[in-house]
């Protein structure tokens, strides 16, 4: 069964980087993922794409700010230069050929 | 650019129904991945409902027999139609572009309050 695991929390300094996980159920190693930012009151955006390769492919008007690796089933998603407005919930998100399915998110606080 | 907007979202009555639409610009619905995303009060995104291209459609087991997606090539526009509205439907609903798999778009979401 597909299934993504996010670590619930995560805290880092501004100014730091921080480095979150999502890891892909055993035999699903291979799956692309998609990370997703949501900020405060408001609607998700998408960051990247991220293949099993760590190659990732980020929306229009991302910081460089954010990248993406990979390490067999886990998929990373780094922020460094921490800011303010960095604080949010952080999803990852992958799909198979009938369904989407979206991690239970991270959120993250900026000290 | 690409917008999407949902409407139709309100204040429905538990086994209610209800339609919700997503107008889509600057992204051809009919020939792209779509999908519903819900999120509850202070909980995670979860993914509704899909619909590719060519127009097969799939379905979460939570709504699977009471909703349906559905688009108007015509208008690039989305569907939900919601029957049997539960509690547990209450939700911001979110309309969502995929490109070669991953939600690229999200739209900016309507809220749908199952309640009596």
């Known amino acids: 069964q597909l299934v993504l695991t996010q670590s619930p929390s995560a805290s880092a300094s501004l100014g730091a980087s921080v480095k979150l996980t999502c890891t892909l159920s055993s035999g699903h190693s291979n799956y692309a993922i998609a990370w997703h930012q949501q900020q405060p009151e408001k609607g998700p955006r998408y960051l990247m794409k991220l293949n099993s390769d760590g190659s990732h492919y980020k929306g229009d008007g991302i910081p460089d700010r954010f990248s993406g690796s990979s390490s067999g089933a886990v998929r990373y998603l780094t922020i460094s230069s921490l800011q303010s407005e960095d604080e949010a919930d952080y999803y990852c998100q992958t799909w198979d050929t009938d369904m989407e399915l979206f991690g239970a998110g991270t959120k993250l606080t900026v000290l | 650019e690409v917008q999407l907007v949902e409407s139709g979202g309100g204040l429905v009555r538990p086994g209610g129904s209800l339609r919700l639409s997503c107008e889509a610009s600057g992204f051809t619905v009919s020939r792209n991945y779509m999908s519903w995303v819900r999120q509850a009060p202070g909980k995670g995104l979860e993914w509704v409902s899909l619909?590719?291209?060519?127009?097969?459609?799939y379905y979460a087991d939570s709504v699977k027999g009471r909703f349906t997606i559905s688009r108007d090539n015509s208008k690039n526009m989305l569907f939900l139609q919601m029957n049997s509205l539960r509690s547990e439907d209450t939700a911001v609903y979110y309309c969502?572009?995929?490109?070669?798999?991953?939600?690229?778009?999200w739209g900016q979401g309507t809220l749908v309050t199952v309640s009596s």
């Open positions: 969502a572009g995929i490109v070669t798999g991953a939600v690229q778009f």
């Open positions: 619909i590719y291209s060519g127009g097969a459609t």
